[in-house]
């Protein structure tokens, strides 16, 4: 039986008025999907926390070099710049590190490689819990700065 339209009509305004549709991101990074980001905190706790931080940190003094000329680990909260990134550059360092495109030819990091280590649901689910965690404005900011940048 079809839906009577009075019952449509909500969904659509909804649509209309919050421009978000309720399907999973194309990235399959979701930070409202609370099975996913459930899934993620375990996974940030086992493996990330040692170097990005407990309450997603960073390392101190993130922003300066270390005497061996690598980068610290970048905090994951909204002060960092991890938002700055779109979902697939986010999914590509967590899986492969920091190397081409995303970063030049034998850039030396302590960003580790996962895959092998983590399944690319266990990434994505990593990557969603971190969202999960920005205040809304920062999700509206990025959303502008990605949409500016095309991409
Ligand atoms: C051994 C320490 C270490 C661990 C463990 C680690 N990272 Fe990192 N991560 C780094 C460092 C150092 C950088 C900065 C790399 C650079 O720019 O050279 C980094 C950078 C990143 C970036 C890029 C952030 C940005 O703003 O550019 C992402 C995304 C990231 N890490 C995700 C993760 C995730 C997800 C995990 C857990 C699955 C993880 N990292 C575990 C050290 C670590």
Sequence with gaps: MPLPPLCILPGLLLLAVTGCSPQT????IDPTDLRQ????EVVYREHCAACHGADREGQPDWRRRLPNGRLPAPPHDES???WHHPDADLFAMTKHGMVPPLAPEGYESDMPA????????EIRA?????QSTWPAEI??????MLEQAGR
Excluded: F, K
């Design 25 to 28: 991101p194309q990235s399959g």
């Design 37 to 40: 980001v459930a899934r993620g």
């Design 80 to 82: 960092g710049h991890t």
């Design 114 to 121: 996962y895959a092998g280590v983590l399944s690319d649901d």
């Design 126 to 130: 990593v990557l969603a819990w971190i």
């Design 139 to 144: 999700h509206t900011m990025r959303r502008r």
